[in-house]
Each structure stands twice: as structure tokens, then as C-alpha cells.
């Protein structure tokens, strides 16, 4: 995967700042979970299945397979 796909740049006064783009966390309530930020939508094709409660990621990318089990 290229860095663009986790890590976003967001502009600073004097320099930019970089900012991983991925965040795990784990509460009480739920399951842990991964939230995959914008720079990994904008790096893959994804599609929303809300009618099967699923989600397809896919790549043009033949080196990057996507295990959808």
C-alpha cells in the first residue's frame, strides 16, 4: 500500500503536518474496531452494499489482493 492511503498531510503555520490515517480503538460497548480515513477511500474503490450490510474494496492493482472473507 503507498503511504498516501494511511498517512494525510494537513497544512501548519511554518510546515505541513503528516497524520496516519488510520485509528483503532476498543470501548466497553462495542467490538475492537478500525476506522480507515479518507486517504484509504481515495486509494481503493470501495462500494457500500447497505442492502447486504457489506462493503467491497477492490484495487486496480493486482500486487494488492483484498481477502473479503
Known amino acids: ?3 498516501e492511503a494511511y498517512i494525510d498531510m494537513m497544512p501548519g503555520k511554518e510546515t ?4 496516519f ?3 483503532a480503538f476498543d470501548n466497553e460497548e462495542t467490538n475492537p474496531t478500525v476506522t480507515l480515513g ?3 477511500l481515495r486509494s ?3 462500494i457500500f452494499d447497505y442492502e447486504n450490510n457489506q462493503i ?8 494488492l489482493i483484498i481477502d473479503h472473507g
Do not use: R
Not at 505541513?16 to 497524520?19: A, G, S, V
Not at 467491497?56 to 500486487?63: E, F, L, Q, T, V
Open 1 to 3: 500500500m503507498k503511504p
Open 21 to 23: 490515517d488510520v485509528v
Open 16 to 19: 505541513n503536518i503528516c497524520i
Open 56 to 63: 467491497g474494496i477492490y484495487s486496480a492493482d493486482p500486487a
Open 38 to 40: 479518507l486517504g484509504f
Open 44 to 46: 481503493f474503490e470501495v
